[in-house]
Protein backbone atom coordinates (compact mmCIF):
# COMPACT_ATOMS: atom_id res chain seq x y z
CA UNK A 1 0.00 0.00 0.00
CA UNK A 2 0.97 3.43 -1.06
CA UNK A 3 -0.58 7.14 -0.47
CA UNK A 4 -0.33 10.41 -1.50
CA UNK A 5 -1.25 13.65 0.13
CA UNK A 6 -3.09 16.13 -2.57
CA UNK A 7 -1.16 19.37 -1.52
CA UNK A 8 -4.22 21.27 -3.05
CA UNK A 9 -6.98 19.59 -1.06
CA UNK A 10 -4.91 19.45 2.31
CA UNK A 11 -6.50 22.06 4.74
CA UNK A 12 -3.84 21.16 7.71
CA UNK A 13 -6.36 19.99 10.04
CA UNK A 14 -4.27 17.45 10.95
CA UNK A 15 -6.29 14.74 11.38
CA UNK A 16 -4.34 12.21 9.44
CA UNK A 17 -1.02 13.51 11.01
CA UNK A 18 -2.89 12.69 14.63
CA UNK A 19 -4.00 9.33 13.89
CA UNK A 20 -1.22 7.66 11.86
CA UNK A 21 2.06 9.49 12.31
CA UNK A 22 4.10 6.84 11.23
CA UNK A 23 2.97 7.48 7.31
CA UNK A 24 2.07 11.14 8.11
CA UNK A 25 3.88 14.03 9.04
CA UNK A 26 3.73 18.17 8.22
CA UNK A 27 5.51 19.53 5.47
CA UNK A 28 7.22 22.65 5.06
CA UNK A 29 3.89 24.65 3.70
CA UNK A 30 2.41 23.53 7.15
CA UNK A 31 0.66 20.67 5.16
CA UNK A 32 0.46 17.00 5.79
CA UNK A 33 2.10 14.73 3.76
CA UNK A 34 3.17 10.65 3.55
CA UNK A 35 5.73 8.68 3.58
CA UNK A 36 7.85 7.78 0.12
CA UNK A 37 7.29 3.70 -0.51
CA UNK A 38 5.28 1.59 1.14
CA UNK A 39 3.16 1.58 4.50
CA UNK A 40 4.20 -0.46 6.93
CA UNK A 41 1.84 -3.26 7.13
CA UNK A 42 1.23 -2.90 10.70
CA UNK A 43 -0.41 0.70 10.29
CA UNK A 44 -2.27 -0.28 7.05
CA UNK A 45 -5.70 0.06 8.58
CA UNK A 46 -4.46 3.52 10.33
CA UNK A 47 -3.98 4.53 7.43
CA UNK A 48 -6.96 3.48 5.58
CA UNK A 49 -8.77 4.94 8.50
CA UNK A 50 -7.22 8.34 7.78
CA UNK A 51 -8.21 8.12 3.83
CA UNK A 52 -11.85 7.83 5.11
CA UNK A 53 -11.92 10.58 7.42
CA UNK A 54 -9.92 12.84 6.06
CA UNK A 55 -12.44 16.05 5.05
CA UNK A 56 -11.47 16.87 2.07
CA UNK A 57 -10.52 13.62 0.33
CA UNK A 58 -7.20 14.94 -0.08
CA UNK A 59 -5.44 11.49 0.78
CA UNK A 60 -5.33 8.75 -1.70
CA UNK A 61 -4.14 5.54 -2.03
CA UNK A 62 -1.71 4.75 -5.34
Do not use: H, Y
Not at 5 to 16: A, E, H, I, N, R
Not at 23 to 42: L, R
Amino acid sequence: MRVTVDQDLCVSCGFCIDNCPEVFSWNDEGKSQAIEGEVPEDVEEATRECIEGCPTEAIKEI
